[in-house]
């Protein structure tokens, strides 16, 4: 029997609140949540409105693919460089947007009309963000018609993700022998020099708000992420963010002291019975105590204790791959960014400096992975972009 498909954009706030039904229905993910996306819309100035991509059958909804328009900079970077980052109007479709049914049409559909809206003038370029390779969305994205306006040389990221062990010794139990005997003598080692005056607490409530974000931004400022301008930073948006999730009683904010001095942090959230990761970082005049791994070692083991009530079923390991997540996952996928171009100057112009940005770092991790480089290379930026930002503390 032939349906009747119809697409049409939301594009102003009160129109969210139509599709709010189905929306909350068919969320999975806190990024894609409906009231966390409204709270980042009128958190960040430069998001101009919703963009909403809305995919009816027979006068009902079917998929929507969540966006939002904004101006801002492209970014253009090698590595952790930054080559340039010109001035553009940008379609953005969040992590975890595509919602409902994601057939191999209605993605097509989907990709089509925001091709008739860059077509229209309405952005330079379209960022879908992280995109699983093996889905009908990145088939319909990478497929789009015109290689002038498709992006080019995509770096595939792996995710992970780990289902919580019933127990802390069904959790061992998977490990292997030596990493096992690697963690605990890390752990006895870092007690044995802080003279077992570590500890772990987790903050999830609003109340614990103020002390969370004190503490995190004390160690947050000495770290490498925020020389990239990445990981937790204390601003409006994220003071707005952290209200919502402990409201909604989703915040999980691990911090580890040493002699009452917060040391690390580990900051997610838990919907939908899986903990995600969020930001998490560490003071590095502790880094050879490996207090990372030792806070990350107990969360995981507080998770396995309550997965006996069926609290925390998975954690997602979020964007980026690591050593630590390679020995702890349980599952991965790959995932890359796709943009699409508008099929002007200005958006042919973005699409080559995007181009030659991503084969020049393409062709320098493949050489750097040839000869067992590139974990060194990203480890000796990550220092001296630390070091940069301690000696900017010191001499401020």
């Known amino acids: 029997m032939s349906q009747q498909v119809e697409i049409r954009t939301i594009r102003s706030l009160q129109g969210i609140e139509d599709i709010r039904p189905f929306w909350a229905a068919w969320q999975k993910h806190p990024n894609a949540d409906v009231d966390f996306y409204l709270t980042i819309v009128r958190s960040r100035p430069e998001i101009l409105r919703p963009h909403i991509i809305v995919l009816s059958r027979n006068g009902r ?123 605990k003598w890390q752990a006895k080692n870092l007690l044995r020099t802080y003279q077992n005056k570590v500890n772990v607490e987790c903050f999830s409530g609003v109340g614990d708000l103020e002390r969370v974000i004190r503490d995190v931004e004390a160690i947050s400022r000495k770290t490498y992420q925020r020389g990239l301008g990445v990981g937790f930073i204390d601003n409006a948006e994220t003071r707005n963010r952290l209200r919502l999730e402990a409201e909604r009683g989703w915040l999980r904010a691990h911090i580890m002291y040493v002699a009452n001095q917060p040391c690390a942090f580990w900051v997610g959230t838990l919907y939908q019975r899986t903990f995600h990761s969020d930001c998490m970082g560490y003071d590095p005049q502790y880094a050879k105590s490996s207090p990372g791994m030792f806070l990350i070692m107990r969360v995981i083991e507080s998770f396995c204790r309550q997965n006996g009530n069926g609290d925390v079923k998975e954690l997602d390991f979020g964007f980026g791959d690591a050593q630590y997540k390679e020995v702890l996952g349980t599952d991965k996928w790959e995932e890359v960014p796709v943009s699409i171009f508008a099929p002007t100057l200005k958006g042919l112009a973005l699409n080559v400096l995007q181009t030659q940005a991503a084969l020049i770092d393409l062709l320098a991790r493949k050489t750097l992975g040839r000869i067992n480089l590139v974990s060194r290379v990203k480890k000796m930026w990550r220092h001296r972009i630390g070091k940069s930002l301690q000696e900017t503390g010191e001499s401020g």
């Open 61 to 183: 909804p079917d998929a929507l693919l969540v966006g939002r328009l904004e101006e801002g900079r492209v970014d253009v970077s090698i590595g952790y460089k930054r080559v340039c980052a010109p001035r553009a109007r940008f379609m953005t479709f969040i992590y975890g947007g595509l919602l409902g049914s994601s057939t191999p049409d209605n993605c097509q559909s989907l990709i089509h009309e925001i091709s008739r809206s860059l077509r229209q003038g309405e952005a330079d370029v379209a960022l879908l963000h992280q995109i699983r390779v093996d889905t009908p969305l990145y088939q319909a994205a990478t497929r789009f018609s015109s290689p002038l306006l498709r992006d080019h040389f995509r770096c595939p990221n792996t995710h992970r993700s780990m289902t919580v062990a019933k127990s802390v010794e069904d959790f061992n139990l998977r490990l292997s022998p030596k990493v096992r005997k690697n963690q």
